[in-house]
């Protein structure tokens, strides 16, 4: 398992914009996804947007348009570049790395997203 540090989380207006950034604690090697989760107040975590380790990406259809996930695997990082965000939003949200060969899964301790209106 690899540890995971999320940054970039805040309080921002609807309408407003934030990216979060997540890095490993070591070098990820081998078929493998990272990607970003959250849980909002009295609900399931649930899924935001994955990316492959070859670029391949999957969103949430509440998500897909307004969220874009990218990756640095040289950095070993993740990021969730987030837009015309609303209050819906709020929540906090996790980094997610997933060992496709080991079915291994690790978490970022999370970074607290609050959209006002």
């Known amino acids: 398992q690899v540890q995971l540090v999320e940054s970039g989380g805040g309080l921002v207006q609807a309408g407003g914009s934030l990216r979060l950034s997540c890095v490993a604690s070591r070098s990820i090697f081998g078929p493998n996804a990272l990607g970003w989760y959250r849980q909002a107040p009295g609900k399931q975590r649930e899924l935001v947007a994955l990316i492959t380790r070859d670029g391949s990406t999957n969103y949430a259809d509440s998500m897909r348009g307004r969220f874009t996930i990218n990756r640095d695997n040289g950095k070993n990082a993740v990021y969730l570049q987030m837009n015309s965000l609303t209050p819906e939003d709020t929540a906090v949200y996790y980094c997610?790395?997933?060992?496709?060969?080991?079915?291994?899964?690790?978490w970022g301790q999370g970074t607290q997203v609050t959209v006002s209106s």
């Open positions: 997610y790395h997933r060992d496709l060969l080991r079915d291994l899964t690790s």
